[in-house]
């Protein structure tokens, strides 16, 4: 194979995807700047950054769900088709989301075939041809699954099977691989890779991405680096280190935050556990965890660190009591609280800031007085429940200004509110309830730099202010408020970092679940 | 950190938010009104087609015809709110008002003939309404029915079993107390008027400023936000079930005092005009949105519609057809005025 000729001559075998020298912006966000990756036939293409470096936009770059502000994208060694033209990016181009696009109801042969008649058919569909052709595509390749098969029934292994398929036979040969291995076992990651290994025999190029680095030094032959929307490097997989590759995706020394994640300075003394989770075992698809011990005291915040699907949102959701774990107990200030129970939970004194701001963090149609209040609605009104407007705009307007929510007045409706100012809503209907434990779960995520400093803020002064805080992110920046770390890998705590300041690449090691390669 | 540390807060922007958006507040009200100009058309027209319109006797008559469908209005209202529907209280509309009258009619006007004081009949059609919600409540918020096959199903099974349970036949010769609902009249104006115009008045001021109304919109808006808040979305969706169900009853109740009897067919296809009227009211289906007062404007118009449609001289068999004609007028009027009903 040839490689190292970078953006040469056209003499060069054609590219299956090429990213010259692209940017994106959204906004204020440079989500890319100046990023150029070419994906060759039968390569493997490792693709590694830190969650908000630009991985996703740039596959979305690859795959027309958006157009560069500068720099070009060419598959299949020609320049991209305009956006509209979906056919022609299928006909290219697939990525095998996490998410997964089959259609459960029809079988794994409709699926394959999905909106495209096969050779020689009509309007009407020859179900005979159409299986025969389904089967042949399975066997070409060599995967084993059976077309007749309906696709609710298809494990998670098995319904990436039938999208790559898909792709291969609309004539695709890039393929782009998100986090493949997140949901999978570990034969089944090996069957995977074996696919890998074939696809890429038979001219395929792959674009590889994933958080588990010892995968990329089993079936990848080069990485890419990306790092703030930058590619800070590319090359051959057998000349980095998976210390130096680290130290990319982690970045050397800017001056600030050089290796240190900037932290809490002092640890003053601390009151009481209020927060106290026990051998906490939960089923979720969200990622399991098992046998999860943890306690959080007045004054501390305690970050909860792991990927994706690590557990770690699981934790939290368990404890506010959205999901009823298996086994386990959770006491708030030395009292267990029935699991399973939000009411219950939030009653005792628990603030909680969930995950995704639009499923569970506000009603849209309302104003942000009320969405702030939410929580405390039994303490806004009187003793046959009726609420007091004065009492509601009392404490919205104190959340307001605490922390900074730009809105035009209180009865804006949240949902006409800016990201930011929506997290800010939402992280103040949990400090609304003035809270002994608050939970939060990515309180940042998606939000603009002004709006993460009041945030973090927020959440720094409910600590000093003797709350005990349980902060799961996977954003760095958060962790910067905590006086104490726990690491989750697969659903089990496996470290911990107990004083401030913490090793941002022993950390990264330790929440990518390698051995400490520093 | 201790909490005895002094806090520095940051020195906050001595402005406060206003509390409402004067704009705002505007704009919410045209929505909720934006029947009101068809009314007016409406009852301009209803004066041309037929000079007796007007008079106090006729539009007692129009208030009357939709008190009835008004408490049923307020109901689904309610349910619609929290992001449910229920078909079935049609059925409960017919047979709570039914079973009550059976208990307590003699037998030779088709009664049971235990001829029960009918107080106690007034007590079972609540009790009827009561259990009925209590058994949909559960079954579709518990038990994750879909509400719309299950209460569809109910509704078939409650005007069947109205149906057969008299074969057919109309329980008549009620007691006073009975039919007072429908068949007095406090200063002139019907007694089920009344009631109706302060179910709807309970319901805008509870859903306004009680908390459990403000949990309602934020449940009907978002349920998942809701239940992270720690609102208990369960309960409160089940208890919204019962009491609409109950509404449903007393809305029969009313109906069977009008005509001092309880027919067979009472309710059967009112569920049409009960979410026609919600939805040109404004109230979303979607859940989270609307107001019972555009409710009533909707009713309101529903019931001017069906009186001048009998006052002119259209045949009776093209009522259902204009009906529905002028609904689809009131949608696309509101979609063109912009509210997002429909």
Same mark, same amino acid.
Request: proline share 3%.
């Given at each position: 194979?040839?490689?190292?000729?970078?953006?040469?001559?056209?003499?060069?075998?054609?590219?299956?995807?090429?990213?010259?020298?692209?940017?994106?912006?959204?906004?204020?966000?440079?989500?890319?700047?100046?990023?150029?990756?070419?994906?060759?036939?039968?390569?493997?293409?490792?693709?590694?950054?830190?969650?908000?470096?630009?991985?996703?936009?740039?596959?979305?770059?690859?795959?027309?769900?958006?157009?560069?502000?500068?720099?070009?994208?060419?598959?299949?060694?020609?320049?991209?088709?305009?956006?509209?033209?979906?056919?022609?990016?299928?006909?290219?181009?697939?990525?095998?989301?996490?998410?997964?696009?089959?259609?459960?109801?029809?079988?794994?042969?409709?699926?394959?075939?999905?909106?495209?008649?096969?050779?020689?058919?009509?309007?009407?569909?020859?179900?005979?041809?159409?299986?025969?052709?389904?089967?042949?595509?399975?066997?070409?390749?060599?995967?084993?699954?059976?077309?007749?098969?309906?696709?609710?029934?298809?494990?998670?292994?098995?319904?990436?099977?039938?999208?790559?398929?898909?792709?291969?036979?609309?004539?695709?040969?890039?393929?782009?691989?998100?986090?493949?291995?997140?949901?999978?076992?570990?034969?089944?990651?090996?069957?995977?890779?074996?696919?890998?290994?074939?696809?890429?025999?038979?001219?395929?190029?792959?674009?590889?991405?994933?958080?588990?680095?010892?995968?990329?030094?089993?079936?990848?032959?080069?990485?890419?680096?990306?790092?703030?929307?930058?590619?800070?490097?590319?090359?051959?997989?057998?000349?980095?280190?998976?210390?130096?590759?680290?130290?990319?995706?982690?970045?050397?020394?800017?001056?600030?935050?050089?290796?240190?994640?900037?932290?809490?300075?002092?640890?003053?003394?601390?009151?009481?556990?209020?927060?106290?989770?026990?051998?906490?075992?939960?089923?979720?698809?969200?990622?399991?965890?098992?046998?999860?011990?943890?306690?959080?005291?007045?004054?501390?915040?305690?970050?909860?660190?792991?990927?994706?699907?690590?557990?770690?949102?699981?934790?939290?959701?368990?404890?506010?009591?959205?999901?009823?774990?298996?086994?386990?107990?959770?006491?708030?200030?030395?009292?267990?609280?029935?699991?399973?129970?939000?009411?219950?939970?939030?009653?005792?004194?628990?603030?909680?800031?969930?995950?995704?701001?639009?499923?569970?963090?506000?009603?849209?149609?309302?104003?942000?007085?009320?969405?702030?209040?939410?929580?405390?609605?039994?303490?806004?009104?009187?003793?046959?429940?009726?609420?007091?407007?004065?009492?509601?705009?009392?404490?919205?307007?104190?959340?307001?200004?605490?922390?900074?929510?730009?809105?035009?007045?209180?009865?804006?409706?949240?949902?006409?509110?800016?990201?930011?100012?929506?997290?800010?809503?939402?992280?103040?209907?949990?400090?609304?309830?003035?809270?002994?434990?608050?939970?939060?779960?990515?309180?940042?995520?998606?939000?603009?730099?002004?709006?993460?400093?009041?945030?973090?803020?927020?959440?720094?002064?409910?600590?000093?202010?003797?709350?005990?805080?349980?902060?799961?992110?996977?954003?760095?920046?958060?962790?910067?408020?905590?006086?104490?770390?726990?690491?989750?890998?697969?659903?089990?705590?496996?470290?911990?970092?107990?004083?401030?300041?913490?090793?941002?690449?022993?950390?990264?090691?330790?929440?990518?679940?390698?051995?400490?390669?520093? | 950190?201790?909490?005895?540390?002094?806090?520095?807060?940051?020195?906050?922007?001595?402005?406060?938010?206003?509390?409402?958006?004067?704009?705002?507040?505007?704009?919410? %009200?045209?929505?909720?009104?934006?029947?009101?100009?068809?009314?007016?058309?409406?009852?301009?027209?209803?004066?041309?087609?037929?000079?007796?319109?007007?008079?106090?006797?006729?539009?007692?008559?129009?208030?009357?015809?939709?008190?009835?469908?008004?408490?049923?209005?307020?109901?689904?209202?309610?349910?619609?709110?929290?992001?449910?529907?229920?078909?079935?209280?049609?059925?409960?509309?017919?047979?709570?008002?039914?079973?009550?009258?059976?208990?307590?009619?003699?037998?030779?006007?088709?009664?049971?003939?235990?001829?029960?004081?009918?107080?106690?009949?007034?007590?079972?059609?609540?009790?009827?309404?009561?259990?009925?919600?209590?058994?949909?409540?559960?079954?579709?918020?518990?038990?994750?029915?879909?509400?719309?096959?299950?209460?569809?199903?109910?509704?078939?099974?409650?005007?069947?079993?109205?149906?057969? %349970?008299?074969?057919?036949?109309?329980?008549?010769?009620?007691?006073?107390?009975?039919?007072?609902?429908?068949?007095?009249?406090?200063?002139?104006?019907?007694?089920?008027?009344?009631?109706?115009?302060?179910?709807?008045?309970?319901?805008?001021?509870?859903?306004?400023?009680?908390?459990?109304?403000?949990?309602?919109?934020?449940?009907?808006?978002?349920?998942?936000?809701?239940?992270?808040?720690?609102?208990?979305?369960?309960?409160?969706?089940?208890?919204?079930?019962?009491?609409?169900?109950?509404?449903?009853?007393?809305?029969?109740?009313?109906?069977?005092?009008?005509?001092?009897?309880?027919?067979?067919?009472?309710?059967?296809?009112?569920?049409?005009?009960?979410?026609?009227?919600?939805?040109?009211?404004?109230?979303?289906?979607?859940?989270?949105?609307?107001?019972?007062?555009?409710?009533?404007?909707?009713?309101?118009?529903?019931?001017?519609?069906?009186?001048?449609?009998?006052?002119?001289?259209?045949?009776?068999?093209?009522?259902?057809?204009?009906?529905?004609?002028?609904?689809?007028?009131?949608?696309?009027?509101?979609?063109?005025?912009?509210?997002?009903?429909?």
């Amino acid at each position: 194979m040839q490689r190292f000729s970078s953006t040469g001559p056209a003499t060069s075998p054609a590219t299956v995807g090429e990213a010259e020298n692209v940017s994106k912006s959204f906004g204020e966000t440079r989500a890319l700047v100046d990023v150029s990756l070419t994906v060759q036939p039968g390569e493997c293409h490792a693709l590694v950054g830190r969650n908000g470096a630009g991985k996703s936009t740039l596959v979305s770059l690859f795959t027309g769900l958006n157009r560069p502000d500068r720099g070009a994208i060419s598959l299949a060694g020609e320049a991209a088709p305009s956006l509209a033209d979906r056919g022609a990016w299928l006909a290219r181009v697939a990525c095998v989301y996490q998410r997964s696009m089959v259609v459960p109801p029809l079988t794994v042969a409709e699926n394959v075939f999905l909106n495209r008649p096969v050779e020689g058919e009509g309007a009407v569909i020859n179900w005979k041809r159409m299986r025969a052709q389904a089967r042949g595509l399975m066997l070409e390749w060599g995967f084993d699954i059976d077309v007749d098969q309906q696709a609710a029934t298809l494990t998670v292994e098995q319904r990436q099977i039938v999208e790559i398929a898909r792709a291969l036979s609309i004539g695709a040969r890039f393929l782009i691989l998100d986090e493949p291995t997140a949901a999978l076992e570990k034969a089944a990651v090996d069957r995977l890779f074996e696919r890998v290994r074939r696809l890429r025999e038979g001219g395929v190029g792959v674009l590889y991405i994933s958080h588990h680095l010892e995968e990329i030094y089993e079936i990848c032959q080069r990485v890419s680096v990306l790092r703030d929307g930058e590619l800070v490097l590319t090359g051959r997989v057998g000349d980095i280190s998976q210390g130096n590759l680290v130290a990319a995706m982690v970045g050397s020394a800017p001056p600030r935050r050089a290796t240190e994640i900037e932290a809490v300075g002092k640890v003053g003394s601390l009151g009481g556990t209020k927060l106290e989770v026990k051998q906490l075992t939960v089923g979720s698809r969200g990622g399991s965890v098992y046998e999860v011990d943890l306690s959080v005291r007045a004054g501390e915040c305690v970050g909860l660190v792991g990927l994706r699907g690590s557990g770690t949102a699981t934790v939290a959701d368990a404890v506010v009591g959205l999901i009823k774990p298996r086994q386990g107990s959770i006491a708030i200030e030395g009292s267990v609280v029935p699991l399973g129970s939000v009411h219950a939970t939030l009653r005792r004194g628990v603030g909680y800031v969930p995950q995704d701001r639009h499923a569970r963090g506000f009603s849209p149609q309302l104003g942000v007085d009320e969405n702030l209040t939410h929580a405390v609605l039994d303490r806004i009104a009187d003793r046959f429940g009726f609420v007091s407007a004065r009492r509601r705009t009392e404490i919205a307007q104190d959340e307001a200004q605490v922390l900074q929510i730009v809105a035009r007045s209180l009865d804006q409706p949240v949902s006409s509110l800016s990201g930011g100012n929506q997290q800010k809503v939402v992280v103040g209907r949990a400090l609304a309830s003035k809270p002994s434990v608050l939970i939060a779960v990515n309180p940042t995520v998606g939000v603009d730099v002004a709006s993460k400093e009041a945030l973090l803020d927020a959440l720094s002064r409910a600590r000093d202010d003797g709350v005990a805080v349980l902060l799961v992110s996977d954003d760095f920046d958060d962790l910067r408020v905590c006086t104490r770390l726990v690491v989750m890998v697969r659903g089990r705590v496996t470290a911990h970092f107990d004083r401030a300041p913490w090793d941002r690449q022993r950390l990264i090691s330790a929440v990518e679940g390698l051995e400490v390669a520093v | 950190m201790t909490a005895e540390r002094a806090v520095e807060r940051t020195p906050a922007t001595p402005r406060l938010m206003a509390r409402r958006d004067f704009r705002l507040v505007v704009l919410n %009200w045209f929505r909720e009104l934006t029947l009101v100009p068809v009314i007016v058309v409406l009852m301009i027209a209803g004066s041309l087609v037929n000079p007796v319109f007007f008079t106090t006797s006729n539009l007692i008559n129009v208030a009357e015809g939709g008190a009835a469908l008004g408490m049923v209005v307020v109901a689904e209202s309610l349910i619609l709110l929290t992001g449910k529907f229920d078909i079935s209280l049609q059925g409960t509309f017919g047979l709570a008002p039914l079973l009550g009258a059976w208990l307590i009619a003699p037998k030779a006007s088709q009664g049971l003939g235990t001829e029960w004081n009918p107080w106690l009949g007034l007590l079972v059609v609540l009790l009827v309404g009561l259990a009925v919600g209590t058994f949909n409540g559960f079954l579709v918020i518990k038990a994750n029915f879909n509400a719309f096959i299950f209460t569809l199903a109910m509704s078939i099974l409650l005007t069947g079993l109205q149906l057969g %349970w008299l074969g057919g036949q109309t329980v008549y010769n009620l007691p006073e107390a009975y039919i007072y609902l429908g068949a007095e009249s406090w200063f002139g104006v019907p007694v089920a008027v009344w009631l109706t115009i302060a179910a709807f008045t309970v319901a805008a001021l509870f859903l306004r400023y009680h908390r459990i109304g403000r949990a309602m919109y934020a449940i009907g808006g978002n349920l998942e936000a809701a239940r992270a808040a720690g609102i208990q979305v369960d309960r409160i969706r089940i208890g919204v079930f019962i009491v609409a169900s109950v509404l449903a009853a007393v809305g029969g109740l009313m109906q069977a005092g009008r005509v001092t009897a309880v027919t067979a067919g009472q309710g059967s296809n009112l569920i049409f005009g009960v979410f026609a009227a919600a939805v040109i009211g404004g109230i979303s289906l979607e859940g989270g949105r609307g107001r019972v007062v555009g409710a009533l404007t909707g009713v309101i118009l529903l019931a001017l519609v069906t009186n001048i449609l009998t006052l002119s001289n259209i045949s009776s068999t093209w009522i259902d057809a204009v009906d529905g004609a002028i609904i689809l007028i009131a949608l696309g009027l509101a979609k063109l005025i912009g509210t997002e009903r429909a």
